[in-house]
């Protein structure tokens, strides 16, 4: 491809004038957007509305003139992306504390089934909580297997399968229903992780017939650094799962005050906490882009993107360890090179911004809400100039500081 072939699938691109809607600085190619999502423009405006006249002006009665229904307001907003009911998603906490929720939930529903069972080379906090949701439970144990295991690992004592959509690092993709079905098969539930899925690619947990999901918000749904995450409960299990965290917020009556802890019905008892109303303002702000997407559109374009880089990193032998079919992938793309973190610096020096991972992986995020043909087409040209003239081993790029 050549920028002018660049230049006309963006002509004629459906998704282009979303370009406008977000702040994009100037001399910068973003392609970390799977990490941490680009400003939508509207989102300061918000904000500060959020701050000076409903926090100003309004003070404690904008709790009943908005916020107080802010979680499930926005969990209803992300359900369509999810393929889940709007009944069936609540926003609040972070994916960590959702993701302990969840799996100590599941852990107490039988107690002869007391194991979860995980991909070893997982995202790091996903076997972490894990590791401290077992500690909660009497007899409960991790087992983190290969992925080419993960079948052979379910057994009678699996409480839950608890997986991530889309590898964070390779972006590889699992065939969810396929999964779902081989841990029903087992007795087990199961447990997505969509951080890397939802606003990437299609989900339908309803198809694929989940049980559980937690996700982020701030990398494809642009909600902000830290913004609230999400979690997903199928409605048959609602009224037989209960948090671990009986927050006031999840009560049945809130404001009735009374010591005893009552969950209140469907996705309300996953709340614990007070809800952050200045980063679920930013979080609605974001998620409000969505609205009418083409989202067919969105998925066809995020392959097109992955081509262009594709070709590039091939034709300066970079190894790409993504899969090719984009069925089996996310948005993101990634190679292998030793040098990875000195080239991802000298990157960055050039205005392209993608991230490193350790040990040796380059990941390039491709967003299509923001990102066009021709960004993506210079980026793997300024790659190629990075790769082929040496330009990394600039000792300043080899020393390990910040990376983004």
């Known amino acids: 491809m050549n920028r002018d072939q660049a230049r006309a699938l963006d002509a004629a691109d459906p998704l282009a004038p979303l370009r406008s809607q977000f702040v994009l600085p100037d001399g910068v190619i973003y392609l970390d957007g799977n990490s941490l999502g680009a400003l939508p423009r509207a989102t300061p405006a918000a904000i500060a509305d959020a701050a000076e006249r409903q926090w100003g002006d309004r003070l404690i009665r904008s709790w009943n003139e908005g916020w107080i229904d802010a979680p499930q307001r926005l969990g209803a907003a992300i359900a369509p992306l999810i393929g889940a009911g709007q009944s069936e998603v609540i926003v609040g906490d972070s994916t960590s504390a959702n993701l302990f929720k969840l799996l100590v939930a599941a852990l107490r529903i039988d107690p002869a089934r007391r194991a979860i069972v995980s991909e070893t080379g997982n995202f790091p906090t996903d076997l972490h909580i894990a590791e401290g949701a077992i500690g909660c439970v009497d007899g409960a144990t991790l087992n983190a297997v290969p992925r080419g295991a993960l079948l052979d690992a379910l057994g009678d004592d699996t409480a839950v399968l608890m997986l991530t959509h889309v590898h964070y690092k390779t972006g590889e993709r699992f065939d969810m229903a ?37 996700g982020c918000t701030y990398k494809y ?57 200045l980063a679920m303002t ?27 880089l594709a070709a590039a990193g091939k034709a300066h032998d970079l190894t790409c360890i993504t899969p090719s079919d984009p069925a089996t992938r996310g948005s993101h793309i990634s190679f292998r090179h030793p040098d990875a973190y000195a080239i991802t610096q000298a990157l960055i020096g050039r205005g392209v911004i993608g991230d490193f991972r350790d040990p040796d992986v380059l990941r390039l995020g ?16 300024i790659l190629g100039e990075v790769t082929a003239t040496g330009s990394w081993r600039d000792p300043r790029f080899a020393q390990r500081l910040a990376v983004t």
């Open 221 to 277: 749904l642009n909600g902000g650094p830290g913004a609230p995450a999400f979690l997903y409960v199928a409605e048959r299990w609602q009224d037989r799962l209960a948090s671990p965290l009986s927050g006031w917020m999840g009560h049945a009556e809130p404001f009735a005050f009374a010591d005893a802890y009552r969950p209140a019905p469907g996705m309300t008892r996953w709340l614990a906490g007070t809800p952050p109303i």
């Open 178 to 214: 396929a999964l779902t079905a081989a841990a029903h098969a087992a007795g087990a539930l199961v447990l997505w992780d969509l951080s890397h899925s939802t606003g990437a690619v299609a989900v339908d947990l309803t198809g694929a017939g989940a049980d559980l999901a937690v």
């Open 282 to 308: 930013a979080l609605e702000s974001g998620l409000s882009l969505w609205h009418d997407l083409d989202r067919d559109a969105l998925w066809a374009k995020s392959a097109a993107l992955f081509d262009i």
């Open 366 to 381: 491709l967003t299509p809400l923001y990102l066009s043909h021709e960004d993506v087409w210079r980026a793997g040209e």
